[in-house]
């Protein structure tokens, strides 16, 4: 097939469902020390909707907060700044995720699941580490693969040679798209948060997320975006076709302090987070 490159699939960024307006404002702030509390209410009190999600997600048992809570004010005091980020983009990222992605072998809702087990492990990790378990690492694991709703497409018209080159030449999937379209997943995705105005760590994570770059190398957003989609994988989290050619790095662990034993200790931490995830993220729950 005739070979793409950015600017061609253009067009097809700007299909996707944008995130709502207020979600936008929100991602474009999150790298932005001075943003708190009262900034966050200012931009989202007027949106009845996310508003009535925010309340919904905050009663969920991902948090498990101790009394119902019903106001925003009172969200807002228990959940601090973070929570709440997380809160309004995995409000806003979940109408983006329910297509099919054919390309991939992946059936509707299996991205989206696929993302959320990332997410949730990302912040398993983080917290594991003692590194802080923000709303950055959070958006860039939860977006990591959103490059595919938009490549999906030519995926699945060049499916037959992409898998030759996994097959025959021991290619990583990425790497084989970019061999036969021209372009991967985790660049188109990097290209939609710039078109969407995310913070550039956000940006560089998503398209570093397959170590593939030298700049990757020193990105620590990138490389823990990186090691919870690998674990991810491991445990067969709807993978799709692509998981099934992963490109293992297993220094990412040794830079993290991380040896095989400590493996199964986050596995153990994930599974019940998972659990818990499955009402905030409206989730059928299927790993």
């Given at each position: 097939?005739?070979?793409?490159?950015?600017?061609?699939?253009?067009?097809?960024?700007?299909?996707?469902?944008?995130?709502?307006?207020?979600?936008?404002?929100?991602?474009?702030?999150?790298?932005?020390?001075?943003?708190?509390?009262?900034?966050?209410?200012?931009?989202?009190?007027?949106?009845?909707?996310?508003t009535a999600n925010i309340l919904k997600m905050s009663n969920s048992a991902y948090f498990g907060f101790p009394r119902e809570v019903h106001s925003l004010n009172q969200a807002l005091l228990y959940l601090g700044t973070q929570n709440l980020f997380k809160i309004i983009?995995?409000?806003?990222?979940?109408?983006?995720?329910?297509?099919?992605?054919?390309?991939?072998?992946?059936?509707?809702?299996?991205?989206?699941?696929?993302?959320?087990?990332?997410?949730?492990?990302?912040?398993?990790?983080?917290?594991?580490?003692?590194?802080?378990?923000?709303?950055?690492?959070?958006?860039?694991?939860?977006?990591?693969?959103?490059?595919?709703?938009?490549?999906?497409?030519?995926?699945?018209?060049?499916?037959?040679?992409?898998?030759?080159?996994?097959?025959?030449?021991?290619?990583?999937?990425?790497?084989?798209?970019?061999?036969?379209?021209?372009?991967?997943?985790?660049?188109?995705?990097?290209?939609?948060?710039?078109?969407?105005?995310?913070?550039?760590?956000?940006?560089?994570?998503?398209?570093?997320?397959?170590?593939?770059?030298?700049?990757?190398?020193?990105?620590?957003?990138?490389?823990?975006?990186?090691?919870?989609?690998?674990?991810?994988?491991?445990?067969?989290?709807?993978?799709?076709?692509?998981?099934?050619?992963?490109?293992?790095?297993?220094?990412?662990?040794?830079?993290?302090?991380?040896?095989?034993?400590?493996?199964?200790?986050?596995?153990?931490?994930?599974?019940?987070?998972?659990?818990?995830?499955?009402?905030?993220?409206?989730?059928?729950?299927?790993?």
């Amino acid at each position: 097939m005739m070979k793409i490159d950015i600017a061609h699939i253009l067009p097809d960024i700007k299909s996707l469902p944008p995130f709502p307006e207020v979600t936008q404002k929100v991602i474009a702030t999150l790298d932005d020390p001075e943003v708190g509390i009262q900034e966050l209410v200012e931009i989202v009190q007027y949106d009845p909707n996310l508003t009535a999600n925010i309340l919904k997600m905050s009663n969920s048992a991902y948090f498990g907060f101790p009394r119902e809570v019903h106001s925003l004010n009172q969200a807002l005091l228990y959940l601090g700044t973070q929570n709440l980020f997380k809160i309004i983009i995995a409000s806003g990222a979940t109408r983006l995720y329910g297509r099919c992605c054919n390309g991939y072998i992946l059936d509707q809702g299996e991205l989206w699941r696929h993302s959320v087990s990332t997410a949730v492990m990302a912040s398993v990790i983080s917290r594991w580490l003692g590194v802080p378990d923000g709303a950055l690492l959070f958006t860039a694991a939860l977006l990591h693969d959103i490059g595919k709703l938009v490549l999906d497409y030519y995926v699945h018209d060049a499916f037959t040679e992409i898998m030759a080159l996994v097959k025959e030449g021991n290619y990583a999937f990425q790497e084989a798209e970019r061999a036969v379209i021209g372009i991967d997943h985790a660049a188109v995705g990097g290209e939609i948060a710039r078109q969407w105005n995310f913070p550039d760590k956000i940006r560089l994570a998503i398209a570093y997320h397959h170590l593939e770059s030298p700049e990757a190398l020193k990105n620590d957003l990138a490389l823990l975006v990186y090691l919870a989609d690998l674990l991810v994988i491991i445990l067969g989290a709807n993978l799709g076709v692509d998981g099934l050619a992963y490109r293992g790095h297993p220094w990412v662990m040794k830079h993290f302090g991380l040896r095989v034993r400590h493996l199964e200790q986050l596995l153990a931490l994930f599974w019940p987070e998972m659990q818990k995830a499955q009402e905030f993220f409206n989730l059928d729950f299927r790993v």
